[in-house]
T-cell receptor
């Protein structure tokens, strides 16, 4: 049973527009959420995170929103740039000493 | 600061052959992870070490997979014998531990079993 779900395998966005990547989770014990970005032939790199005590965290062009009641989070990229083209993984963990659980990823293509 | 280093980057072997992957974590990171990533999937945990102790290996197929982390630094993941279904990317990650749980990944070792 997948605890972290990214239901859109791919997303295509025009350069300069907003990219919205979605993630749903089923485990109500999750309290910390992260987004990772992965380029081909490279390992995932940390992008942004959010704790369950917040509903928004912003870092430059990247903003993550958390809706705990809906068990849903989203990553907004504004404005989108061609260099943002990558696979984005949503990950979550609970407050115990447990490892991250990853979604399957969403491939973002930003078209110039 | 050096990142997580993995080798080899690519390995092609025939089925039933053994293979080993090596990982050097970021200096000072006590927690080390091995993740498996199949095509089109997210990383899935194989094993987690706290220093030299394996604290979570429930997802490691112990009939053919083994891992060790001697002296609590470098780690080796071994598969013997390899099967066709083992073709995947093997990712090593490390973290300084709590509270954020952010992981730092290596570039991965891509295994192809023929």
């Amino acid at each position: 049973d997948q605890q972290v779900k990214q239901n859109s395998p791919s997303l295509s966005v025009q350069e300069g527009r907003i990219s919205i990547l979605n993630c749903d989770y089923t485990n109500s014990m999750f309290d910390y959420f992260l987004w990772y970005k992965k380029y081909p032939a490279e390992g995932p790199t940390f992008l942004i995170s959010i704790s369950s005590i917040k509903d928004k965290n912003e870092d430059g062009r990247f903003t993550v929103f958390l809706n705990k009641s809906a068990k849903h989070l989203s990553l907004h990229i504004v404005p989108s740039q061609p260099g943002d083209s990558a696979v984005y993984f949503c990950a979550a963990r609970d407050s115990g000493n447990t490892p991250l659980v990853f979604g399957k990823g969403t491939r973002l293509s930003v078209i110039a | 600061e050096a990142g997580v280093v993995q080798s080899p980057r690519y390995k092609i072997i025939e089925k039933k052959q053994p293979v080993a992957f090596w990982c050097n974590p970021i200096s000072g990171h006590n927690t080390l992870y091995w993740y498996l990533q199949n095509l089109g999937q997210g990383p899935e945990l194989l094993i987690r070490y706290e220093n030299e102790e394996a604290v979570d290996d429930s997802q490691l197929p112990k009939d053919r997979f083994s891992a060790e982390r001697l002296k609590g630094v470098d780690s080796t993941l071994k598969i013997q014998p390899a099967e066709l279904g083992d073709s995947a990317v093997y990712l090593c990650a490390s973290s300084p531990g709590q509270p954020t749980g952010e992981l730092f990944f290596g570039e991965g070792s891509r295994l192809t079993v023929l």
